[in-house]
């Protein structure tokens, strides 16, 4: 798969796209430019595909098992909407009045 086919590679922390650098020695590298979090660019789009299926596999589970524990991503990818959007809260009906 081509790279240019994902959405943008954001930080985790700061929620930024990062910046894509070509170095002298042929290896390209991600750089965050609020936090400054680096690494290649191989690694990050790895780490953000694996916050991706972290975040289907949640919504999968979502109502068979509790909330699982907080996992951190340094990457994650931008531009998809929510694979299954959360339904909205529904207001709790008032008893009707007595007369």
């Known amino acids: ?46 780490e953000a595909s694996r916050h991706t299926a972290h975040e289907v596999l949640s919504a999968m589970l979502r109502g068979i098992r509790g909330d699982g524990p907080d996992v951190a991503f340094r990457f994650v990818e931008g531009g998809h909407p929510d694979p299954w959007p959360r339904a909205p809260a529904r207001p709790t009906p008032r008893p009707a009045a007595r007369r």
């Open 1 to 46: 798969m081509d790279f240019d086919e994902l959405g943008p590679i954001l930080c985790g922390r700061c929620g930024v796209v990062v910046e894509i650098m070509a170095r002298s020695d042929g290896e390209t590298r991600v750089c965050c430019p609020i936090c400054g979090e680096t690494d290649t660019l191989a690694d990050a789009r790895r």
